[in-house]
């Protein structure tokens, strides 16, 4: 039953046949009057409405050469209706969470202290954009170059420094006698 369920969200999963469905609970229309209504290309269209046709959510009927679709099942505009309620509740939710990270300052809340006691920042506060002093700059002398700090990515190559190599007693420059 869960993989049938799966299937007709996967068949309304699609802005365009949730469109047409909205269209169609008014009452049967012709493809042409949909892309009219809808401002689609009738080829688009067709493609769309065909997924639904598969998933059973909406009958055709062929009347000469015009192909008229319809909401098989009156339910289906009550499911529409509640997927709007609850969308509308949710975004309701996340205003009032807005509205309340809103009225609270970051710089106002509290510190909370993690499982070992020491400080943490709360969930909701943003640590990257806490500001930090600026130290200041030393001027430089006229005439100083900027050294260039070293390359960083995939390709960056690091000089080693030189290191002599241990003396050996082949590599031992002879003093001359």
């Not at 169609?24 to 012709?30: A, D, F, H, N, V």
């Not at 192909?67 to 339910?75: E, G, N, Q």
Request: aromatic share 2%; charged share 25%; no cysteine.
């Amino acid at each position: 039953m869960a993989a049938l369920k799966a299937d007709l969200f996967k068949a309304l999963g699609h802005p365009v046949r949730v469109r047409a469905l909205e269209v169609l609970i008014q009452g049967p229309r012709s493809v042409g009057e949909l892309a009219r209504v809808l401002s689609l290309e009738i080829s688009h269209l067709s493609q769309q409405l065909g997924v639904l046709r598969r998933a059973g959510v909406v009958d055709a009927v062929r009347v000469r050469s015009t192909v008229h679709y319809s909401v098989r099942d009156p339910l289906t505009a009550e499911l529409l209706a509640l997927a709007r309620r609850v969308l509308v509740t949710t975004l309701q939710d996340r205003q009032g969470l807005l509205l309340d990270l809103q009225a609270d300052p970051r710089d106002d809340a509290p510190t909370q202290t993690g499982p070992s006691g020491a400080a943490t920042t709360p969930k909701h506060a943003n640590p990257a954009s806490a500001k930090t002093p600026k130290t200041p700059k030393t001027p430089k002398p006229p005439g100083a170059k900027t050294a260039k700090p070293p390359t960083v990515g995939p390709r960056a190559v690091t000089p080693k420094p030189k290191v002599p190599a241990p003396r050996t007693r082949d590599n031992q420059k002879r003093d001359p006698e």
